[in-house]
């Protein structure tokens, strides 16, 4: 299964995910921000890291977006796995 997420990513992404991950916990620590614009926020600068830094076209965005999804769902693991209702 593993390896099927390594497929969907190029290599050059994997940094974009702990960067997401502590955009996400910065934004979680902010009161102002509710938690259903955090995945929005997340979104916005993953797309706008892949596009800056790999170039403005279509493959970035959809990279950026991929990366938003395994930052998210790699984090909802994590969540999930270590806070389960006993």
Known sequence: MLTDFRALLRDDFYFIVPALWFIGYACKRTPLIPDW????????????AACHLFGWNIRS?????????????SHQLVKQTMCQDK
């Open 61 to 73: 965005m959809v990279d950026g977006i991929i990366a938003t999804g395994v930052a998210v769902f």
């Open 37 to 48: 614009l955090i995945i929005w926020i997340l979104l916005a600068c993953g797309i706008f």
